[in-house]
């Protein structure tokens, strides 16, 4: 093996190792920076504990390997209808607009 291949595998290995060290620090930001998506998805208790648990080292990992493997969540989303009305205070969006008429797509050529 010639110097240059020492030093290459030598670069390569070193290289390696701070990529290793810093590879839980790179999931915990991605964990992170998704907390607002996973808490409009999950709720605020349902977003937060699947954010802390991806956040930890390796146990993000192994977790989010077993959901794609099982092709579902540990912690599901929440329901259509759940989230539908948060912004709601007394009826569904579809019932409070159920009374208006059909918008058509021809204009009214009549004035009154």
């Known amino acids: 093996m010639t110097i240059q291949q020492q030093t290459v ?7 390696l190792r ?9 999931g915990t930001a991605v964990a992170l920076l ?6 409009r998805r999950k709720g605020i208790v349902g977003g ?9 080292p390796f146990v993000g990992a192994v977790k989010n390997t077993i959901e794609v493997v099982r ?5 599901s989303d929440r329901t259509k209808a759940a989230v539908g009305m948060q912004n709601s205070t007394s ?9 208006l008429p059909p918008i058509s797509s021809t204009p009214s050529t009549s004035r009154r």
Request: glycine fraction near 6%.
């Open 9 to 15: 595998k030598y670069g390569q290995r070193r290289l």
């Open 18 to 26: 701070r990529v290793g060290k810093a590879a839980p620090w790179i």
């Open 34 to 39: 998704t907390v607002a998506s996973a808490i």
């Open 48 to 56: 937060t504990l699947d954010t802390a648990i991806n956040a930890i």
């Open 71 to 75: 092709g579902r969540d540990f912690i």
């Open 91 to 99: 009826v569904p969006n579809e019932l409070a607009t159920s009374h």
